[in-house]
């Protein structure tokens, strides 16, 4: 079992900027964030491998930047430039799976961190 921590979220100002972190209790080959606002569906922003290639949702790309510490066993998300609809909670995850990342699966799941975005 790997267990997954977020931290970091807040509440800033459009045009703020944040930086989430996920500690995982064990390594972790795929990470990924996954962020789901009220009354919409959970949506994947970001994804990292153990080599750290990456992949970024169109909606984020330019503004946010996924990075992973293997030493640490800790992902972390830069976002920057944050607008209003960036609002959400925030999850991390973690699998084995690229693919089953990528299609919005894991099979660990952290419990999330908010991030709430004012005009």
């Known amino acids: 079992q790997v267990q997954l921590v977020e931290s970091g979220g807040g509440s800033v100002q459009a045009g703020g900027s944040l930086r989430l972190s996920c500690t995982a209790s064990?390594?972790?080959?795929?990470m990924a964030w996954f962020r789901q606002a009220p009354g919409k569906e959970r949506e994947g922003v970001a994804y990292?491998?153990?080599?750290?290639?990456?992949a970024y949702a169109d909606s984020v790309k330019g503004r946010f930047t996924i990075s992973k510490d293997n030493a640490k066993n800790t992902m972390y998300l830069e976002i920057n430039s944050l607008k209003p609809e960036d609002t959400a909670m925030y999850y991390c995850?973690?699998?084995?799976?690229?693919?089953?990342?990528?299609?919005?699966?894991?099979?660990?799941w952290g419990q999330g961190t908010q991030v709430t975005v004012s005009s």
């Open positions: 995850a973690a699998d084995r799976n690229w693919w089953l990342l990528l299609n919005g699966g894991a099979n660990f």
């Open positions: 064990t390594y972790t080959y795929c």
């Open positions: 990292i491998t153990s080599g750290g290639s990456t």
